[in-house]
């Protein structure tokens, strides 16, 4: 792998450091308006644990993804192993195709959880509610929710062209067109691509190039319309691209000797009818990968959303129809074998719509709402074994899902009253049904318990969550919470697998807040505790060479945080943020042939998986003005997160020790605000750790994926029209 553009950044940045700064910036806290709780107010009024990132702040800092900006957000965490996706928030997360975090565009659900890690552009905000948020967003909200608000036409013409380069052969380019057509009519248009030409995966197998490389291509049109005096109404259509050989398994903790005891072969007789050593790596951003690796990702999202400004309330509506495709392939084994060739195509198609009517008076702030939504797939993995295993054949599999269908209905109401000028008591309680049709059929093998047919399943799953809470301000600056609320993560049914569905889990948590602005509102102070009770908490079983959900018991979280955010003067200003986290699993019998040879193992006390016990967030950013006029801007952000857990055993080899990852971006403006640069270090000290892992049956050790090594770049901006 070549770092090419090494020499040219830093040419950049010394060109930069030898203007002669003249007087300081000044500079004042953001006010971010947020609608995370479906009503504005903002960050330090909302009373629950929010993040919101600006407009500025995504753009200054590059965070165009859930990748990046998991290092700006106490508490949340993404990882990635095989194909699958989590986020995490303070340990809750999801797993397979349920996921854990809502996330959302504009007010539009992502139904799958893969879909959702697509790369955003052109982002007014992004907010993190962290904590279960089953009353007002409902199923697998059961850890919090992320939504990404897309920047709204412009009154004025305004318009941007941004192209970059970076290292692995980067480029990138962006363009924004927005501005009125009518009186009454107003469009953006924005698009985005990235081409990496050199992959951050270096592939050690002859003949086989590396990983982590193609493209990536956004576009969004958004159509905001006043139809009348009370109703106004925003169109969006959006796609969403990825395709080329995004898709590593590396080998992390090697086994080959218990692969061979699983019936793989102890050498390799595909080119050498004598055997070929079995050739492994487990340097990061290195790996085996003998066979094809492709990847083929598609998401297209259509919404129309309406509002109707009435005398007494309001009434809004989004409909939204979103197609999600997902093919990948890629050799599972991580080693110069390739014996494990794995297969997997999915199409998800989803049609949801909400209705809301909310009003308010001097002491009431209420809201109802209704819930729809029908969401359909299909899915089918393939794996086929290269050469022969102990017995004297190559084995397949193939497992697919035909038809898969949940729909989904739920009403829901919400009130906050106000007591007196200082108290406010708050209520809400949702009700959701699930209908769902699964049908599964296996082949290959091991016989599929369903026979020469598909197995099909029909059942129905109903939750009521509820929340509570109580606010009080202590000042004008300050104020104070106590909150109860209850989520849950929809249940389902395995693949390839006829037993009966496994159940939804459930959330009880209880929080405590303070919020406070200090020194005329210049720094701003954020505190949480919590605590939360799991029921039927899901877990991945690994039994008779299958991976398969089912229910635990129950589980415990346990914890804090703190949030900081200080303008120090007109040119310094420092962020932090801290959690500390005390997990743990319930009584549970837990069985993984990989690792204890089929014996059931009592996972009682052991940390959950993606919980680090410790993580912290620290930026610092310097402002001035140089003697032309331009702005600049320097920052430095770290992150930090103690040993995180993969798998329920405890086991430090399913685990990532410590790490730190360190950013700096230097950000500059020209005196008339046309023209603006950034040059970046992501990675800064080239930190490698594991996000995500899994150690199977059958295979020559534990895999798993690395995170990106570091990357230098610049980026170069052009504005037209009024910022």
């Known amino acids: ?19 002669v700064p003249g007087a300081a910036v000044s500079a004042d806290l953001e006010e971010i308006i947020v609608t995370g709780l479906k009503r504005e107010s903002t960050v330090m009024e909302t009373p629950s644990a929010i993040t919101a990132l600006s407009a500025s702040d995504l753009s200054a800092k590059g965070l165009s993804d859930i990748r990046q900006i998991q290092y700006a957000v106490p508490s949340l965490h993404f990882g990635e192993s095989y194909n699958n996706r989590n986020i995490s928030i303070r340990g809750i997360g999801g797993f397979l195709e349920q996921p854990g975090v ?69 480029t990138s380019a962006e363009i924004v067109l927005s501005g009125p057509v009518s009186d009454s009519v107003g469009v953006r248009l924005a698009a985005s691509h990235v081409d990496a030409g050199e992959g951050w995966i270096e592939n050690l197998m002859p003949g086989f190039d590396d990983l982590m490389k193609g493209e990536k291509t956004n576009v969004r049109l958004i ?70 690796t492709s990847t083929d990702r598609e998401l297209d999202i259509y919404s129309l959303t309406l509002n109707w400004d009435l005398e007494d309330f309001s009434v809004k509506s989004i409909t939204s129809k979103q197609d999600w495709s997902n093919a990948e392939q890629t050799p599972a084994d991580s080693t110069s074998s390739g014996i494990l060739m794995r297969s997997s195509e999915g199409t998800n198609e989803t049609f949801s719509q909400e209705i809301t009517l ?21 899915d089918m993995l393939d794996i086929q074994f290269q050469e022969n295993i102990k017995f004297g054949f190559a084995p397949f599999f193939n497992n697919s899902r035909p038809r898969y269908e949940n729909e989904v209905t739920a009403v829901f109401a919400d009130a906050t009253y106000s007591m007196s000028e200082d108290i406010r008591l708050g209520l809400g309680v949702r009700d959701t049904t699930e209908k769902k049709v699964h049908s599964t059929f296996a082949a290959g093998f091991m016989p599929f318990c369903g026979g020469a047919e598909p197995f099909v399943q029909e059942w129905e799953d109903s939750s009521t969550t509820m929340r509570a809470s109580a606010e009080y301000d202590m000042s004008e600056n300050g104020m104070m919470y106590v909150s109860y609320s209850e989520g849950f993560k929809a249940g389902g049914a395995n693949n390839g697998d006829c037993n009966a569905p496994y159940s939804p889990e459930t959330l009880e948590a209880s929080e405590i807040g303070f919020k406070s602005t200090f020194s005329g509102g210049s720094t701003t102070l954020r505190a949480a505790a919590f605590q939360y009770d799991y029921s039927d908490f899901q877990i991945l079983q690994v039994k008779d060479f299958a ?22 003067n007109d040119s310094w200003m420092v962020n932090a943020g801290l959690t500390l986290l005390e997990t743990e699993y319930g009584e549970f019998l837990q069985e993984d042939l990989s690792v204890f040879d089929g014996v059931k193992v009592q996972i009682a006390g052991n940390p959950l998986n993606n919980a680090p016990q410790a993580s912290l967030i ?33 086991n430090v080899d399913d685990s990532q020790e410590g790490y730190t990852i360190v950013n700096f971006n230097a950000n500059w403006v ?28 059958t295979t020559y050790g534990r895999q798993g994926t690395w995170n990106m090594p570091r990357q230098a770049g610049f980026e170069i901006t052009k504005f037209f029209g009024a910022r």
């Open 358 to 378: 909310s009003g308010q008076t001097d002491k009431l702030n209420w809201i109802l709402g209704g819930f729809y939504m029908d969401d359909e797939r299909t």
């Open 618 to 650: 620290l930026g610092v950013t310097y402002d001035t003005i140089l003697s032309s006029g331009s702005k600049l801007s320097l920052s430095v952000d770290g992150a930090y997160r103690s040993r995180v857990y993969f798998r329920e055993f405890g």
């Open 547 to 568: 991976a398969n959900y089912l229910n635990a018991d129950d589980a415990e979280i346990t914890g804090m945080e703190l949030e900081l955010t200080s303008v120090l």
């Open 1 to 19: 792998m070549k770092n090419n553009l090494k020499s040219r950044p830093c040419a950049l940045f010394a060109a930069l450091s030898m203007l």
């Open 223 to 292: 159509v905001a319309a006043e139809l009348s005096d009370a109703v106004d109404a925003e169109l969006m259509l959006g796609r969403s691209e990825q395709s080329g050989r995004w898709t590593h398994w590396a080998m992390i903790k090697e086994d080959i000797a218990f692969g061979v005891a699983t019936f793989l072969p102890a050498v390799s007789v595909r080119d050498n009818p004598d055997g070929d050593p079995i050739l492994f790596t487990e340097e990061p951003h290195k790996v085996y990968m003998r066979g094809p």
């Open 670 to 697: 020209s005196a008339d605000e046309d023209y603006a640069a950034r040059f970046f270090v992501s990675n800064l000290t080239d930190k490698a750790h594991v996000t995500g892992m899994y150690a199977l049956q």
């Open 102 to 170: 809502i996330t959302s565009i504009n007010g539009v659900t992502q139904a799958n959880d893969a879909s959702s890690q697509l790369g955003q552009l052109d982002l007014n905000r992004v907010e993190v509610l962290r904590g279960p948020q089953g009353t007002l967003y409902g199923r697998n909200a059961v850890g919090g929710a992320v939504n990404f608000i897309a920047a709204s036409p412009t009154d004025g013409m305004y318009g941007k062209v941004m192209v970059g380069l970076a290292d692995f052969d980067q």
